[in-house]
């Protein structure tokens, strides 16, 4: 995985970060259920039959499968295994972790495990024949390797590796990439997961001293490496670098992810599902690419009713953030939490008290005051006549 260096927007990062006080812990509405976690010892032992190594221990993940508003309904998704009982502890909290991932994904994009099945986690004290030394994990259909829990890892990098791994599950697979990894979603996986983690735990959705592995100032560090520097790379551009899209290299995949996150903090969640729903090949029956994401980006933009922007990178209140945003053609009645100012360098906008006029769609930079206190910032744009 290529490392990201600490830079001088690393820094600012940091310093944004505002750790929740004790009193906003509590779980606020809206909030996550939590996953309900068994300890199993076996008799027999179960074993793998990929390569026949008994597993003597294992956690049971129940989460809650309804809808959003419907009635809870716990049903299993994961079982994660390991060789011996003194290996638990290690895995409840991978089972913890992965149970906090699927509600993640299943909030936001309503995702459940295809055809309702348990994802078998195996967590092993050796390394399987035929894989590099320096492999850490791998998903096989609904099945995910953790390769030598003796290697040594930082609790970031378990936390990282099975964010990756399960994102290779749960994650829209987009192709088409020489280097790291033909397929993105354990990239995307690793980012996107763990940025939703850290900011439902910003926001009192879950507790932030539930999260293993890391705690929450250790997360938002992860964050400002290797995540925040890919969506400012969009956010800073003179213009929007739609040439990176079709890099197969190591870049280009960070450039998918990055946009990927991008798209889910500039416009929400809903948008980001349209814009899968939207995906579609480029030629059919075809692999899903990077520029195909793109264009369903652009397809869900362009077909929303109301769109609403946040400020895509994390701030320190009472500051301004620029960032560029794709604007539909078209009139809108605007609501503003916050000033705000749209660049007219280029072109193609008439803004009027409460009224914006998009002369022609495309990439526009705003302009966004950072409030104080708790207040949200955002602009909601509703498409009007005149």
């Known amino acids: 995985m290529e490392i990201i260096k600490p830079s001088a927007l690393m820094h600012s990062l940091l310093a944004a970060l505002c750790l929740l006080p004790a009193a906003a812990r509590a779980q606020k509405p809206g909030a ?43 049903q299993t998704r994961f079982v994660v295994y390991v060789p011996h009982q003194s290996e638990l502890p290690l895995a409840k909290r991978t089972a913890l972790l992965l149970g906090m991932l699927y509600n993640e994904d299943h909030s936001r994009l309503q995702f ?35 390769f030598n829990l003796f290697a040594r890892r930082s609790p970031a990098e378990w936390l990282r590796e099975i964010a990756h791994e399960y994102g290779h599950y749960a994650l829209p697979g987009v192709t088409g990439f020489l280097q790291p990894e033909a397929w993105a979603n ?37 964050l400002a490496i290797q995540v925040y520097p890919l969506m400012a790379q969009i956010a800073e551009a003179p213009a929007f670098p739609a040439y990176a899209l079709k890099r197969t290299d190591t870049a280009g995949l960070d450039f998918y992810t990055g946009l990927a996150v991008y798209v889910d903090a500039l416009y929400g969640d809903k948008l980001y599902l349209n814009a899968l729903e939207a995906v579609a090949p480029a030629s059919p029956g075809g692999q899903i690419t990077a520029p195909d994401f793109y264009q369903g980006v652009l397809r869900a933009l362009e077909n929303a009713s109301t769109l609403t922007l946040h400020p895509p990178l994390p701030a320190q209140p009472g500051s301004s953030q620029d960032f560029l945003a794709w604007l539909p053609h078209g009139v809108f009645h605007v609501s503003a939490s916050v000033s705000f100012q749209i660049s007219r360098s280029a072109g193609g906008i008439t803004q009027t008290p409460g009224k914006l006029l998009v002369h022609k769609s495309g990439w526009y930079r705003l302009s966004m005051q950072i409030p104080e206190g708790s207040r949200q910032a955002l602009i909601t744009l509703s498409a009007g006549k005149g």
């Open 112 to 146: 459940d495990h295809p055809f309702q099945k348990t994802l078998k986690v195996w967590i092993t004290d050796h390394q399987l024949a035929g894989l590099a030394s320096d492999a850490g994990g791998e998903q096989l259909r609904s099945e995910v390797y953790l």
């Open 186 to 222: 354990g990239f995307l996986g690793q980012r996107l997961f763990l940025y939703w983690l850290y900011k439902d735990a910003r926001a009192g959705r879950i507790d932030p001293e539930s999260i293993p592995f890391v705690t929450l100032s250790q997360l938002h560090e992860y």
């Open 32 to 74: 996550l259920p939590p996953p309900h976690l068994t300890v199993h010892a076996f008799q027999p032992p179960v074993m793998d039959k990929r390569d026949g190594s008994l597993y003597h221990a294992g956690v049971q993940v129940k989460v809650d499968t309804s809808p959003a508003g419907g009635q809870s309904l716990y």
